[in-house]
């Protein structure tokens, strides 16, 4: 009996260590991914002084706190692709040897640190960050990193103080006891507070996804070589061309010019981008007629394809909503992998959904950089400084870290929740599901019929314009030859 007690113990063992191993192994792969996407946009500086030393290691303890960040937002990203893809490669391969360090075990263990970590991260680390960006030690100590160490764990321990001391003066004043308030906001109010940020984050994917899928169109077409219809390249090219020329003499004749003062940055910022532009424009010229021809139309309809059956499955989520209980989102204790797969169509189904979810993903990152509010945060090649890369990786995390729920509340998947992902409190809510789920539905229709409306009306306008500036030159052609052969372009019109 001994000897199986210490057997299984030794196995539990392993098995921990083992989850360990692969968590920290994701992790650390993420980590690198994520420094080298930070360090791509960040704006490099030079630190020649002591204080100029002194902020290159701040900002790089900073960078090393955004990038812990990011990599969590990442693996948020990828909790329901893994959990989704892992169920089927367990039903595909049930008692394949390789496949036994795969189950639910792992899977929960990885909901759980990721909602730990996002939670660490919002409250504690990017705040850190950014105060600590913004210290400079307190008046009368000596400088030093150490000295802003303390400037903001002093703030951040305010700032705590203030909040919690808001919320409790709120609570009590509802309440009767201080005591029992004090308690409440531990036991109680703590997990509401998670629940107003992960409703805010789902919120904010409500707005924006709709708004990204309407402009996914628009982005890869512009990434895309269109077809000679819909896209007269040699034209552009030849304008860019011109305009560069332009801008040329105009830089070499403010270089060369004494009397005149001629502010040459602007210009040549504007010559570059020019410059830019026309090079794009030469690689747009030399594509094949199948990449003209052939991919922009595939990608179009593809996009269209995917968000049509987005919108369909929200809509027949709807009616489940009404008729089945089992719809609602919920939590879910014990993940068994490998009895059921979660889509109908097996394991064609759980593929679909984990595109659905990563373009569901990147629709919402598009349409959070594309709208008004939030257009200033759009990170630039080697142009993005601290605070942007700060404010950059909070929105991803806040837009990251909703997914799950998103995506289960809209019925892109039937795999529920694990961990504290599950025990939000108004995911219980069926008004509030149920309305979510028609907003989606509407916005996202509206956005794309508006899209596909205005996309026909421009080109038909475009095409339109070019055919009355082709006859317009055609007649002036037709001018210049008589004028040329009878003689009065010359000589003038006989009187």
């Known amino acids: 009996m001994e000897v199986d007690d210490v057997s299984v113990r030794e196995q539990l063992f392993h098995n921990k260590v083992r989850e360990i191993f692969i968590c920290v192994l994701l992790f ?3 980590y690198i991914l994520s420094y080298l996407i930070l360090t791509h946009f960040k704006k490099n500086a030079d630190y020649i002084t002591t204080d100029d030393i002194e902020d290159a290691t701040v900002n790089k303890i900073a960078l090393w706190l955004c990038t812990f960040t990011l990599s969590v937002a990442v693996c948020a990203v990828l909790l329901l692709p893994i959990s989704i893809l892992s169920n089927e490669v367990l039903l595909t391969f049930p008692h394949s040897y390789y496949m036994q360090w795969l189950n639910g075990s792992l899977i929960h263990g990885l909901w759980n640190l990721v909602f730990l970590f996002s939670n660490l991260s919002l409250v504690f680390l990017m705040p850190f960050a950014y105060f600590f960006t913004e210290s400079e030690g307190f008046v009368g100590c000596k400088k030093g990193v150490m000295a802003r160490v303390y400037e903001t764990a002093v703030v951040l321990l305010l700032l705590t103080l203030l909040v919690l001391g808001m919320v409790w003066v709120g609570v009590a004043l509802l309440n ?3 005591r029992e308030s004090l308690y409440d906001v531990w036991e109680c109010y703590l997990p509401y507070l998670y629940s107003a940020i992960s409703l805010f984050g ?4 409500l707005l924006c996804t709709p708004f990204g899928l309407s402009r996914m169109f628009s982005v890869t077409g512009s990434l895309l070589v269109k077809p000679g219809l819909l896209e007269n390249v040699e034209v552009e090219m030849n304008c860019a061309a011109f305009e560069e020329a332009s801008l040329s003499r105009k830089l070499n004749r403010g270089s060369t010019s004494c009397r005149i003062s001629v502010n040459v940055e602007p210009l040549r910022m504007q010559f570059l981008g020019i410059q830019a ?5 030469q690689m747009r010229r030399r594509a094949s007629p199948w990449q003209r021809n052939l991919f922009y139309p595939l990608a179009m309809l593809l996009l269209l394809a995917l968000t049509v059956v ?4 929200v809509c027949f989520h709807v009616l489940e909503l009404l008729f089945d209980e089992t ?5 879910m204790g014990d993940p068994r992998l490998g009895t059921t797969s979660f889509s109908m169509f097996g394991s064609l189904g759980a593929a679909v959904q984990v595109i659905l979810i990563m373009y569901l ?9 594309s709208s008004p509010l939030f257009a200033f945060l759009l990170p630039h090649t080697q142009d993005t400084n601290l605070t942007q890369i700060i404010g950059n990786c909070v929105s991803l995390l806040v837009l990251s870290s909703a997914l799950p729920v998103f995506s289960r509340t809209l019925g892109i998947t039937r795999f529920d929740l694990l961990g504290d992902f599950g025990r939000y409190n108004w995911l219980g809510n069926f008004h509030i599901v149920f309305l979510y789920n028609i907003l989606f539905a509407g916005l996202t229709s509206a956005c794309l019929i508006n899209t596909l409306t205005w996309t026909v009306q421009r080109e038909l306008i475009r095409a339109f314009g070019i055919y009355i500036n082709q006859s317009k030159c055609i007649s ?3 001018i210049y030859m008589k004028q040329c052969l009878t003689g009065r372009y010359v000589y003038g019109p006989v009187s």
């Open 28 to 30: 650390t792969c993420l």
């Open 176 to 178: 009767n006891t201080a």
């Open 202 to 205: 789902v919120l904010l994917l």
């Open 277 to 281: 532009k026309r090079i794009a424009l």
């Open 310 to 313: 987005c919108v369909l499955m």
């Open 327 to 331: 719809a609602m989102p919920r939590g």
């Open 361 to 369: 993903m990147v629709s919402s990152v598009v349409g959070f950089y």
């Open 476 to 478: 002036k052609a037709s």
